[in-house]
């Protein structure tokens, strides 16, 4: 798996989104997943990564 760099910014804005979603991210084998619901599946999703 590929190491990807983060662009550290302080705002985000989307327009015409239908909500979102807040998730506990939890390990998963030697990785990390967040869960949804599958009504998502096979759609284009943005995970917003915070300090919180």
């Known amino acids: 798996m590929k190491i990807i760099k983060l662009n550290s910014k302080t705002t985000l804005n989307i327009k015409n989104i239908l909500g979102f979603l807040k998730r506990k991210v939890t390990p998963f084998g030697t990785s990390a997943k967040v869960d949804c619901p ?14 919180d």
């Open 38 to 51: 599958k009504e998502y599946l096979g759609k284009t999703v943005y995970l917003v990564i915070t300090n």
